[in-house]
Structure formats: structure tokens, C-alpha cells
Nanobody, 125 residues
Framework: VQLQACGGGLVQAGGSLRLSCAAS????????MGWFRQAPGKEREFVAA????????DYADSVKGRFTISRDNAKNTVYLQMNSLKPEDTAVYYC???????????????????WGQGTQVTVSS
């Protein structure tokens, strides 16, 4: 599976961005998809995940109510809509794909088999 993320950039606090991640190489509708992020000097952390059909989602507490994950299986793309951005959201954001079905483990990095190259999100105060 090849994953190509885009949509990052520089935005002021309180602003919005929408990240996209296009997948190829495998039937997209069979993949659980996730977004993770890594800030400088910190470990990569879970942001959001979505089940194959989009009926189940999960979010890190730090982004609940501000970020929304969605997917379009016809376009082989997963999205992360980020609103009310804060400086602490600054990080490289990665999309990831998991060939397993949705589970409570879908928030763990170890569950994901494929990773995109990352897109930088910078939020200025």
C-alpha cells in the first residue's frame, strides 16, 4: 500500500486545515485508516482512526471536538479536518493503513502496517 499525504501548512491559532491521504496498491475499503503525529523531540502519537466503512471513529482526547476524520472509499482517500488549531498541534502528520478490522487497538501505532511520508502542520500563536 502506498500512502500520499498532503494538505499541511502554516496556519494561525484558531484556524483550520484539511489533510488528505490518498491510498493505492490495495483495496482501500478493506483498510482501517489512522492519522498520527510527531512533534519535534516527542514520540509519534495517535490522533484519529476510522473503520473500513467509516461507521466507527476514535480520537485522541487532545483533539476531540476539534478534529474530524472521514473517508471516501470511492476516491481511496482519508481526510482529517482540523479546526480550532492550537500551537501544540504543530507536528508532522502521518496517515497509516491497517489491513485488520476495526478494534480497540486501532489507536496503537503497532497495529498499522503502512505509513505515508508525513505532512508538516505548523500553528503559530
Amino acid at each position: 500500500v502506498q500512502l500520499q499525504a498532503c494538505g499541511g501548512g502554516l496556519v494561525q491559532a484558531g484556524g483550520s486545515l484539511r489533510l488528505s491521504c490518498a491510498a493505492s496498491g490495495r483495496t482501500f475499503s478493506l483498510l482501517t485508516m489512522g492519522w498520527f503525529r510527531q512533534a519535534p523531540g516527542k514520540e509519534r502519537e495517535f490522533v484519529a482512526a476510522i473503520s473500513r466503512g467509516g461507521g466507527s471513529t476514535d480520537y485522541a482526547d487532545s483533539v476531540k471536538g476539534r478534529f474530524t476524520i472521514s473517508r471516501d472509499n470511492a476516491k481511496n482517500t482519508v481526510y482529517l479536518q482540523m479546526n480550532s488549531l492550537k500551537p501544540e498541534d504543530t507536528a508532522v502528520y502521518y496517515c497509516a493503513a491497517d489491513g485488520s478490522t476495526w478494534s480497540i487497538n486501532s489507536k496503537f501505532l503497532s497495529e498499522y502496517d503502512y505509513w505515508g511520508q508525513g505532512t508538516q502542520v505548523t500553528v503559530s500563536s
